[in-house]
């Protein structure tokens, strides 16, 4: 049986929590309470009818049908409306230069939270300068920082900064040490054989490493056979889901044996195969609740297109094919991106990627966990995910019900992140 590994570690300790809380309360303690009225509630598994909900110095202080009112409250009328978590995406990249545009970005579109999946040392400096306070415009975010790859291999050809790279001989526990050193809140392994890439022996290696610290290992994969073989080793989650083959009749089976969780990034594969075809426009082209939200930069990633033959053996009903039969397997899914890779854009992507795991299997319900609860729950965040007394008011305020319709979640009719209003760009 495989070495479980408690999924903690990633967020401040507990009195360095109550120390950022505190001074929180004593800077908004004559701010008026913030009620939501009447309003339909996910809160992170189920829905519930026509709820109030109260929060105070940026924490959600109750849930309930009967709540009693403040009467210098400011309250939001929710009737026809539902009452979310502020949304993870759970495989980002922040890039050398545009992280703070790429976080507010996010953080218009319902994603009050980010996991970015590699990262450089401004990511780093970032992550450092976020955790000291401030930069209440910005999605929060946690990094994997430098990960682990070997010499000339993926993503050392595409023109970034020297980083470190693990050789043959190198001390992988010193190495993953330098990681987390650094900043790294987990570790992230490339492995996919269309560079030089880790053999399986350094992947065992360095989930071994970092376990001995407490921390998760999410392996980059490109074809079902990497993704056997990277679970085999023992990876706690998979960075991206195959598309190269239909799963095998017991991939998802063994999958669930080892415990793994999944990111499918199932939007990067439909924008990989879009790149080969010149039927149809982009998803968010022209939708009423998005098309005044696109700003220039964001328009310039998901206009972006893989070169020509990139991944041309890649189909998203391969993609769909796995995440379904994941699913029903009992194997966590979690709702990620892969932005701002050509085709996505930080933010807006989530809403079409929840789609499309419903396209894929999950319920609206189901699509709606892997993008708040199931994230939390697997990478350790207990403070937000939910909608619960004690927890963060970082909060989706959508019209319609979006668990009879997914697409709801694009219809946004506010933002709060620890309780502050988020004033969307192009907000009148």
């Known amino acids: 049986m495989r070495r479980q590994v408690v999924r903690t570690g990633i967020v401040p300790s507990a009195f360095v929590t109550v ?109 450092r300068k976020m955790v000291d306070g401030g930069y209440k415009d910005l999605a929060d975010f946690r990094t994997a920082g430098n990960g682990v790859t070997v010499p000339r291999g993926h993503p050392t050809q595409m023109g970034v900064p020297p980083f470190p790279t693990l050789a043959p001989n190198d001390d992988v526990q010193a190495f993953v040490d330098a990681r987390l050193a650094e900043g790294s809140d987990y570790i992230k392994v490339i492995f996919d054989h269309f560079l030089p890439t880790l053999t399986k022996q350094q992947i065992e290696d360095i989930v071994a490493a970092a376990h001995r610290r407490n921390k998760l290992v999410i392996a980059h994969i490109g074809t079902q056979s990497e993704a056997h073989d990277a679970v085999a080793a023992g990876v706690d989650g998979l960075a991206h889901i195959f598309a190269d083959s239909p799963p095998e009749p017991r991939w998802a089976e063994f999958a669930e044996q080892h415990h793994v969780f999944v990111i499918p990034t199932l939007g990067i594969v439909e924008a990989i195969e879009s790149a080969t075809t010149t039927s149809g426009k982009p998803w968010w082209r022209d939708l009423p609740h998005l098309g005044s939200y696109v700003t220039p930069s964001m328009r310039q990633t998901l206009e972006a297109k893989f070169p020509p033959g990139f991944g041309a053996k890649l189909k998203l009903a391969n993609a769909k094919a796995a995440v379904r039969a994941l699913h029903h397997a009992g194997v966590h899914i979690l709702a990620g991106t892969d932005a701002p890779g050509p085709g996505m854009a930080h933010g807006l992507s989530l809403h079409r990627e929840l789609e499309l795991l419903v396209l894929s299997g999950l319920t609206p319900l189901q699509a709606l966990a892997s993008a708040t609860s199931e994230t939390a729950l697997i990478f350790g965040f207990h403070d937000r995910g939910r909608i619960a007394p004690g927890l963060r008011a970082d909060l989706l305020l959508v019209n319609g019900d979006p668990s009879t319709d997914i697409t709801a979640t694009r219809d946004i009719a506010g933002i709060w992140k620890l309780g502050v209003a988020v004033r969307r760009p192009r907000d009148p």
Do not use: C, Y
């Not at 009452?83 to 218009?108: M, R, S």
């Open 19 to 127: 120390l950022l809380f505190s001074a929180l309360a004593s800077a908004q303690q004559r701010e008026p309470a913030l009620v939501f009225r009447n309003v339909d509630v996910f809160d992170g598994s189920r829905m519930t009818r026509g709820s109030t909900v109260l929060v105070r110095d940026g924490m959600i202080r109750a849930v309930g049908p009967d709540l009693v009112i403040p009467e210098s409250a400011n309250v939001i009328d929710g009737k026809g409306k539902t009452l979310l978590p502020g949304f993870f995406d759970a495989h980002t990249h922040l890039g050398l230069t545009q992280g703070q545009k790429f976080l507010q970005d996010a953080l218009t579109f319902g994603v009050t939270t980010e996991l970015e999946m590699w990262g450089f040392g401004a990511s780093l400096a970032l992550r």
